[in-house]
């Protein structure tokens, strides 16, 4: 399931750094296109970030032995 | 509890907000490229146009940085002032004249866009339009589309050059019109006006 969640943001964040530096925007697109591309990549890059740092619940220690 | 996550996440809050405020809050207007003031300031200078010497202000367009580039308007030509981008508005007694830069998508070449958009367009929105001549030519080295048409404004025939010369992802274009009896006796001033133009970043 990480895993998904990690490929998915990787995405979003590709796609983010493609309109911001190699989609060729309109005059009349750029503000949109600063909203989305920098939206694309805050989302992906924290996503990215909170994947990594998550830590899943813990699995108590088995003490019947 | 995972502390680093709802701290990247408030972070996370945080920026989107300040983006927000950036693209289109109290920060806005930022992204939106504008009219440099510097493009304004013309300089004097002189032309030789049928072997008189005519003064000239030459303007340095500074608005758009891949697409610096100058451009010499006769003196005796009334500005109007434009807030638009890379752009230039002219008015004389028997006519005007005007340079802008245009957005070109990269999907398509300025060729198609001057055929396939700019010209259907022109046959639905001027009085009178319809097409005297097309042609490529070349402006200073850089390729150029030239179109010349015929419209009618209050009554008046007119005829009008409009220039489309290739840049980086924009495309300067500029428009010459004068009364239709002016026209042929215009063409030496409107040649001498073209030929000024120069992209300075190339």
């Known amino acids: ?65 | 509890m995972n502390k680093k996550v709802i701290t990247i996440f408030i972070v996370t809050i945080a920026a989107l907000a300040m983006l927000w405020a950036y693209a289109f809050g109290p920060l806005s207007g930022t992204t939106i490229p504008k009219a440099n003031p510097a493009s304004l300031q013309p300089t004097a200078t002189r032309t030789t146009v049928n072997n008189q010497n005519v003064p000239f202000n030459a303007y340095h367009n500074r608005d758009l940085t891949e697409n610096f580039y100058t451009i010499k308007f006769p003196q005796t030509w009334q500005s109007q002032s434009s807030t638009q981008v890379g752009n230039y508005q002219f008015i004389f007694s028997n006519g005007s004249g005007s340079s802008a830069l245009q957005d070109v998508a990269d999907n398509t070449t300025l060729e198609l866009f001057v055929l396939s958009h700019d010209e259907p367009s022109f046959k639905k929105t001027i009085p009178g339009y319809g097409r005297v001549n097309y042609q490529k030519i070349s402006v200073n080295g850089n390729d150029a589309y030239q179109l010349t048409y015929h419209n009618v404004a209050s009554g008046t025939d007119y005829e009008t050059v409009k220039t489309y010369i290739t840049g980086m992802d924009h495309a300067a274009v500029i428009t010459l019109t004068a009364k239709q009896s002016d026209f042929v006796g215009m063409q030496p001033l409107f040649a001498s006006i073209l030929n000024s133009f120069q992209w300075e970043n190339k």
């Open chain 1, 1 to 65: 399931m990480r895993q998904i969640f990690l490929f998915v943001s990787l995405a979003v964040l590709g796609f983010g750094f493609y309109l911001k530096f190699f989609y060729d925007v309109p005059d009349s697109q750029i503000q949109i296109n600063f909203f989305v591309s920098w939206f694309l990549i805050i989302v992906g890059g924290a996503s990215i970030l909170m994947n990594l740092f998550w830590s899943g619940p813990r699995k108590k220690k088995n003490n019947d032995a």
